[in-house]
């Protein structure tokens, strides 16, 4: 055997104890009796939910979960020994990769908040606690907000972020979005419909100060190939012609762009590199865009950021 076979077959060894892990732990519940504060008790059996009755606990928001590679959630009660209608829920989403994790968290998040260290990255807000790691996205919430619950669900928050297997460091494509003008805490990953476009696909959003009125957003998707990011490319320039303008051509290093004007969008950048469909919605002018741009390319382009574009489900 080669050894790109060994290590082929030691990835994969290793892929089928971690799902092993997780199954096994998902049965019998992630948060365990020792993990639970003094006080409180584990009500009732681990509850699990897969793709098929995931809009059983949570309704209307099961289509957002599923655009990314989810798998399974676990779901547990803690309640108070001596008042049992003081509950803490607990929700342990699995996804396929540590990319999806975040997408799902980003999209949930707020960015004014003050994050810290728990896991890859995590809050608390009121009384509830949320926090991604490797391909898991918890939230922990209480029926009450006191200063007891607070420290029960902060103990339950910490223990889970222990126990969990995986990486604790953000998804390395996010280095490819350019720090200047950067809004903190605005970047986000969508599974599927960039800009609500399906021939865009997955791809991330990151929101600006470029001195507009209003912010602008940087958008990229990295196709297969560049004949694939062409076709993107082509299609979002028409849906943008639909009912909008596409004006003249803006120099880029490498690649090619077009302004536009478009009613929702306003002023944009719309551009292709190599295999990257990329641009900048609601942009002020064509400098700072072009700027941005071309930053995110040459980011890209050293983080050799095209074999992550497809993370496996």
Same mark, same amino acid.
């Given at each position: 055997? /080669? &050894? #790109?076979?060994?290590?082929?077959?030691? %990835?994969?060894?290793?892929?089928?104890?971690?799902?092993?892990?997780?199954?096994?732990?998902?049965?019998?519940? *992630?948060?365990? %009796?020792?993990?639970?504060?003094?006080?409180?008790?584990?009500?009732?059996?681990?509850?699990?939910?897969?793709?098929? #009755?995931?809009?059983?606990?949570?309704?209307?928001?099961?289509?957002?979960?599923?655009?990314?590679?989810?798998?399974?959630?676990?779901?547990?009660?803690?309640?108070?020994?001596?008042?049992?209608?003081?509950?803490?829920?607990?929700?342990?989403?699995?996804?396929? #990769?540590?990319?999806?994790?975040?997408?799902?968290?980003?999209?949930?998040?707020?960015?004014?908040?003050?994050?810290?260290?728990?896991?890859?990255?995590?809050?608390?807000?009121?009384?509830?606690? =949320?926090?991604?790691?490797?391909?898991? *996205?918890?939230?922990? +919430?209480?029926?009450?907000?006191?200063?007891?619950?607070? %420290? %029960?669900?902060?103990?339950?928050?910490?223990?889970?972020?222990? !126990?969990?297997?995986?990486? /604790?460091?953000?998804?390395?494509?996010?280095?490819?979005?350019?720090?200047?003008?950067?809004?903190? #805490?605005?970047?986000?990953?969508?599974?599927?419909?960039?800009?609500?476009?399906?021939?865009?696909?997955?791809?991330? &959003?990151?929101? *600006?100060?470029?001195?507009?009125?209003?912010?602008?957003?940087?958008?990229? +998707?990295?196709?297969?190939? !560049?004949?694939?990011?062409?076709?993107?490319?082509?299609?979002?320039?028409?849906?943008? =012609?639909?009912?909008?303008?596409?004006?003249?051509?803006?120099?880029?290093?490498?690649?090619?762009?077009?302004?536009?004007?478009?009613?929702?969008?306003?002023?944009?950048?719309?551009?292709?590199?190599?295999?990257?469909?990329?641009?900048?919605?609601? &942009?002020?002018?064509?400098?700072?865009? &072009?700027?941005?741009?071309?930053?995110?390319?040459?980011?890209?382009?050293?983080?050799?950021?095209?074999?992550?574009?497809?993370?496996?489900?």
């Amino acid at each position: 055997m /080669t &050894t #790109n076979g060994r290590r082929r077959t030691a %990835a994969t060894a290793w892929a089928c104890l971690l799902l092993a892990w997780g199954a096994a732990a998902a049965a019998q519940g *992630y948060v365990t %009796a020792r993990m639970v504060p003094e006080g409180w008790k584990l009500a009732g059996e681990p509850q699990a939910f897969q793709a098929d #009755n995931l809009h059983e606990q949570i309704d209307g928001a099961a289509a957002g979960y599923l655009r990314y590679s989810f798998r399974l959630l676990t779901v547990q009660s803690v309640q108070l020994a001596d008042d049992p209608k003081t509950e803490i829920l607990v929700e342990v989403y699995e996804f396929g #990769n540590h990319l999806d994790a975040f997408g799902i968290y980003s999209n949930e998040r707020t960015p004014k908040l003050e994050y810290l260290k728990l896991g890859a990255e995590g809050y608390y807000a009121g009384a509830t606690c =949320r926090f991604y790691k490797g391909s898991y *996205y918890v939230k922990v +919430a209480a029926s009450r907000d006191t200063q007891q619950v607070q %420290a %029960a669900l902060q103990a339950l928050a910490t223990g889970l972020a222990r !126990r969990l297997k995986g990486e /604790t460091k953000p998804p390395g494509l996010l280095k490819a979005i350019p720090s200047e003008g950067l809004i903190a #805490n605005s970047e986000r990953y969508e599974g599927s419909d960039l800009l609500a476009h399906e021939f865009l696909g997955r791809g991330f &959003t990151a929101d *600006y100060d470029l001195g507009g009125e209003k912010p602008a957003k940087l958008f990229f +998707a990295i196709k297969a190939d !560049r004949w694939e990011a062409r076709g993107a490319h082509y299609k979002l320039l028409s849906f943008l =012609r639909q009912r909008g303008e596409v004006g003249e051509k803006a120099v880029l290093a490498k690649g090619s762009g077009r302004m536009t004007r478009h009613p929702f969008y306003g002023p944009s950048l719309i551009c292709r590199s190599g295999p990257v469909v990329c641009g900048v919605l609601r &942009t002020p002018g064509t400098e700072a865009a &072009t700027k941005l741009v071309e930053g995110l390319i040459a980011n890209l382009e050293s983080l050799g950021a095209a074999a992550e574009a497809s993370p496996s489900p």
